[in-house]
């Protein structure tokens, strides 16, 4: 038990928090690249076996499916329990279960519905991952930087997000698709290594009493967002953001194979176009910042996506497709950046898990259903013009919430 007094000593000291930090962003962004490296072969194995927009969207809903039930018990549970704990297990599930895609693939029994059940399973893991990582970067980040942490955090993985699926194209083309998932694999090697070193700051009691049934701790989550105005309206934005602007990530495979006719090499240089832009963009918001600043950045972000979505729309091919998807992805990350902030800036200690839990689960589910949804549609109406006409809806959205947002937040 005298572990703890050293731990609050160390945590004093600004230099090991820096220093742990960068290590935590390294070891996140080194996971991160093997996971967008498998979340590249994934959709690309789906639409090679099905070249149908509609798979390629189910295989995105596994977040949906996973993320409904798994995000509000994964926050209660964020705040009951011990970090570093909590967040050795859940990347220990998560590399078993890389191991057994490898498996499938090299066995050749992947099949469209495995690979559905496989991915909600990897989305349950992820999904339990999320909200411990996300308060393990705030109790790493040095003091009064929150909002600077998060923005190198997405660094890290935007960068991730880059190499990632440029990786896997090049793995894909030479070295087989098996080769992608030994890859991610391997990656984790780097994060249980920086997990030993930052234990004696992670490795503490759970934030939140247990003196409650779990299921309280999940209602109080729900109705803590409810009754708190700026945060409510907060989850709005997010959630228009999430199911009509970010969509187009998933639906990757489909653009580059269907819409512009490539292989995997376009599906990599897609992915990695929106992760330059998601690099400039969070490099931008490494400056310390208000909260009424961040809420304006958030606003102004939204309307900058819709835009540069609905210019991707009206593309012909990758030369302007590409720069369009950039853009779209310096807006995106900005957007995120300044929505995480606020929403761990203006909750209470003891509701943080509970709130950024929730708020992952937004993120991650309604860009999945969104994603369905236009897959779906896609066979139908062109998929281009659909994430287009999302964006619009998207923008007409924020534009009417701007008046309320400017008396709660300017």
């Known amino acids: 038990m005298t572990a703890i007094p050293e731990a609050a000593a160390l945590d004093s000291s600004p230099e090991p928090r820096i220093r742990n930090f960068v290590l935590f962003a390294a070891a996140q962004c080194a996971g991160a690249t093997g996971i967008w490296a498998q979340k590249t072969a994934v959709g690309w194995l789906v639409w090679d076996l099905t070249h149908s927009p509609a ?14 039930w798994v995000a509000p018990f994964a926050g209660a549970i964020a705040d009951r329990s011990n970090p570093y704990r909590l967040i050795r297990l859940t ?97 984790f090697v780097a994060v249980f290594a920086v997990l030993l070193h930052v234990r004696r700051w992670i490795d503490r009691p759970a934030s939140a009493p247990r003196s409650t049934r779990l299921i309280g701790d999940v209602r109080s989550g729900f109705a803590y967002i409810r009754n708190t105005g700026p945060i409510a ?21 489909a653009i580059a194979g269907g819409s512009f006719a490539g292989g995997p090499e376009l599906l990599a240089m897609l992915m990695s176009a929106q992760g330059i832009g998601a690099l400039i963009g ?75 839990a929730l708020y992952t689960l937004i993120f991650r589910a309604a860009p999945a259903l969104g994603a369905f949804v236009i897959g779906i ?31 709660l937040y300017f």
């Open 55 to 68: 798979w390629v969207g189910a295989i995105a809903l596994s977040d949906l499916i996973a993320a409904i």
């Open 91 to 187: 990347q220990l599930f998560a590399m078993a279960n890389t191991g057994v895609v490898w498996g499938l693939v090299v066995a050749g029994l992947a099949s469209p519905l495995l690979l559905l059940a496989w991915a909600v399973i990897d989305a349950t893991f992820q999904g339990f991952n999320q909200p411990v990582r996300m308060l393990v970067t705030g109790s790493l980040a040095p003091e009064g930087r929150l909002s600077q942490a998060i923005a190198a955090n997405s660094i890290a993985f935007n960068l991730a997000r880059t190499i990632g699926p440029a990786i896997a194209g090049l793995l894909m083309l030479y070295s087989g698709i098996s080769s992608v998932f030994l890859l991610n694999a391997c990656s």
């Open 233 to 253: 309206m907060l989850f709005l934005l997010t959630l228009s953001f999430a199911l009509l602007a970010r969509p187009f990530t998933e639906l990757f495979p």
């Open 282 to 356: 969070a490099s931008w918001m490494l400056k310390r910042r208000s909260l009424q600043v961040l809420a304006r950045i958030s606003y102004a972000s939204a309307l900058g996506i819709a835009a540069s979505l609905v210019v991707f729309a009206l593309a012909a091919g990758p030369l302007v497709a590409l720069p369009a998807i950039a853009v779209a992805g310096l807006f995106h990350v900005a957007c995120n950046i300044a929505m995480q902030s606020m929403a761990q800036l203006m909750s209470a200690p003891a509701m943080r898990g509970r709130v950024v």
């Open 377 to 407: 549609l896609a066979q139908w109406i062109d998929l281009q013009a659909l994430i287009g006409l999302a964006a619009a809806a998207f923008a007409l959205a924020v534009l009417v919430m701007v008046p309320k947002a400017r008396r």
